[in-house]
């Protein structure tokens, strides 16, 4: 018993000392510069889970039992703001999760968004800070359709 008492303490202090997570809110905007339509989604990059930030490989996950559902689409030359209304996205985060905005190039349906890949140039990931702030994305030459992403402050 002597030895279960400092065990106990040590797991308590070990489990009381994990990260906890903060609450964040993003509001984005985002200017299509590029000859093409774009389908843009707002998501995050780690823990914890909510179903507002789910990325489309969530969504499509069976045990998740979650709705699919299709990015916001921009038009060339639009400029659209996540989210949409005029409150902010707010979210659980720990401290090294961020918001990440995905952008794929051209209309994408939801299965188009789950093959798209970075490597391929038809998906671009940017890291956001928290508050508010403006992307702009622009087409990278000399390969047409691949997209870049460039932040104004």
């Not at 940017?126 to 994305?137: D, E, H, M």
Request: proline share 8%; net charge negative; charged share 15%.
């Amino acid at each position: 018993m002597r030895h279960l008492l400092p065990f106990l303490l040590l797991a308590a202090l070990i489990v009381g000392c994990g990260p906890s997570a903060e609450t964040r809110a993003y509001r984005v905007t985002v200017v299509n510069a590029t000859q093409q339509p774009l389908t843009v989604w707002l998501t995050k990059n780690g823990p914890p889970f909510e179903e507002l930030w789910a990325t489309p490989e969530d969504l499509a996950h069976p045990v998740m039992g979650l709705a699919e559902k299709e990015g916001a689409v921009l038009e060339p030359g639009d400029v659209g703001t996540i989210p949409g209304g005029p409150a902010a996205f707010e979210g659980k985060f720990y401290p090294r999760t961020d918001a990440v905005l995905r952008v794929y190039s051209g209309r994408r349906t939801f299965n188009e968004m789950l093959a798209a890949s970075r490597s391929a140039g038809t998906l671009e990931i940017f890291v956001l800070p928290a508050g508010s702030s403006q992307v702009t994305v622009t087409e990278s030459f000399p390969v047409a359709g691949q997209v870049t992403v460039a932040v104004e402050q």
